[in-house]
């Protein structure tokens, strides 16, 4: 008898928990509303949206569900009154706390009254069934009180919403947005301290300590001694940091006034264009001084190699060295940092070790640069022969619809993946690349090939030429972290070990 109670009392109720009243109007359909493709970079920040982006939108589906029971309704506007009595008496319940789910990302504090109501048909869902009729339960007062106040401590404890759309953030963050500082990460922390200490590092362990990240706090020194800029010994790094420093600014001294000049004039038009466009997203390279910074690197630079002169995409190649350098000197919150407050002196020795470094990098891939760029040529041929070895159906899938890995991996080995990958990820891929032998010239082919299998179910989902070349020119990597970049270097380290000893397995 009692089951028949209940069957008969569930098909009568039409305002049962979770089921919407007959007459009204069905939410929308996310998988229905289509973004419109962003046509610009301000367009692209705008729709891009994180986990810490709170109060931007709001829940369709929880907003149109209407106020089917106004006695209901009347209640849940009548409980904030209420709970500045409860608050004073009943103590926040931690157990509670940790089984209510987060709140929603775009879930507002005005929607405190739709809440309560949702609350109240939770509290109804859980009571108790006696002779079959449903009895509410007399905690549930306690009950939705506690969870309003637990979820409002939730939402207050939250950051303050971020001004950057996730693509322009520096900081080291996996991508599930773990604290970077773990208890390994500060064991890690105190062996590179211990290794730079000394008075002799040892370079060799300082790169095996590097293959899985560098801590931020050691990370500017450890990239100016892995990449031959500062020697092993202690005693003798102040001397050259000095010497190196103003032997660059007796450059700057005897070749920056020459952009002027009829026979240079087009290198520094092209480098006056080329540097606003640098990661336009991150506030920190629209700076006038930092441009300014970066215009005397890279003319310097050209001048000092007339075989290549500037080539577009080396401009790419000076941020990493400008964020990881800066960093010494601001602790947080690079992407907004104002440059021109920091001491002259200060402007400009960061100047002369990104010149230096980006140098030291450039010595070693310049024929990526000369007429032609051989470099490249040879290295997208590499990945070809490298690709129809390891997978052979994503290469027959671009034989068949007639892509060319030049028409995407030009720019992956021109760039070096600094267009695929966000900002925060090519520091990270870096520290591994200076802890290789031969990182950016011969490492990187295998960390290309293992980035293109990362993708192989959207590139054999894919059945037209058009939809490829999208794909492979614009990836989905916004939300990669620490991690994901670990994973890929992983990939590749294993590709390496396969075949860069046994050149034959890929060659036709």
Request: charged share 25%; net charge negative; glycine share 4%.
């Amino acid at each position: 008898m009692a089951t028949d109670n209940r069957i008969q009392f569930w098909r009568r109720n039409a305002k049962v928990p979770g089921r919407l009243p007959k007459n009204s109007p069905k939410p929308p359909n996310p998988s229905n509303l289509k973004s419109k493709k962003a046509s610009s970079f301000h367009e692209f920040a705008r729709s891009t949206n994180d986990a810490w982006d709170i109060e931007d939108e709001v829940d369709d589906d929880f907003l149109s569900l209407p106020a089917s029971r106004p006695s209901s309704l009347s209640h849940a506007q009548d409980r904030p009154r209420q709970q500045q009595h409860y608050h004073q008496d009943i103590e926040p319940c931690s157990e509670l706390c940790d089984r209510l789910p987060p709140p929603m990302a775009g879930e507002g504090l005005e929607l405190q009254g739709e809440a309560g109501e949702g609350e109240a048909q939770e509290g109804e869902a859980e009571a108790g069934e006696v002779n079959g009729r449903v009895t509410k339960s007399n905690s549930e007062a306690h009950l939705n009180t506690t969870s309003v106040r637990c979820t409002l401590q939730k939402r207050q404890s939250l950051p303050v919403r971020a001004i950057l759309p996730l693509v322009a953030r520096i900081s080291d963050q996996n991508a599930s947005g773990a604290p970077p500082m773990t208890v390994r990460e500060k064991s890690r922390l105190d062996k590179f301290k211990q290794l730079l200490a000394s008075p002799n590092t040892d370079l060799d362990e300082l790169r095996k300590q590097s293959w899985s990240g560098i801590p931020r706090e050691v990370r500017p020194i450890t990239w100016r001694l892995l990449s031959g800029y500062l020697p092993a010994n202690m005693e003798r790094r102040e001397l050259v940091l000095r010497r190196k420093r103003d032997e660059y600014f007796g450059f700057i001294e005897q070749y920056y006034h020459s952009r002027t000049d009829e026979h240079y004039k087009d290198t520094y038009r092209q480098i006056h264009i080329d540097i606003p466009r640098t990661n336009p997203l991150i506030p920190l390279f629209q700076q006038p001084a930092v441009q300014e910074v970066f215009e005397r690197i890279l003319f310097t630079w050209a001048i000092r190699h007339p075989a290549s002169g500037y080539v577009q995409g080396i401009n790419d190649l000076v941020t990493p060295f400008f964020v990881v350098f800066l960093s010494e000197f601001v602790e947080e919150d690079v992407e907004n940092f104002d440059v021109a407050a920091l001491p002259q002196d200060t402007q400009k020795n960061i100047e002369a070790d990104c010149f230096w470094c980006m140098n030291k990098l450039l010595d070693g891939i310049q024929d990526n640069y000369t007429f032609a760029q051989p470099g490249i040529q040879n290295k997208v041929k590499a990945l070809e022969e490298l690709v129809s070895r390891i997978d052979e159906d994503i290469h027959g899938h671009f034989l068949r619809y007639e892509v060319e890995y030049l028409q995407f991996a030009f720019r992956w080995m021109n760039n070096l993946l600094m267009r695929e990958l966000p900002l925060r990820c090519t520091i990270r891929l870096w520290d591994t690349y200076q802890a290789e032998a031969e990182g950016f010239s011969h490492f990187h082919l295998y960390v290309c090939a293992a980035f293109l299998m990362e993708w192989r179910k959207e590139i054999l989902s894919m059945v037209d030429f058009q939809g490829l070349l999208m794909l492979l020119q614009n990836l989905p990597t916004i939300h990669w972290g620490n991690e994901e970049v670990g994973l890929l270097l992983a990939e590749a380290y294993r590709l390496k070990y396969m075949f860069a000893d046994a050149p034959n397995h890929y060659k036709r």
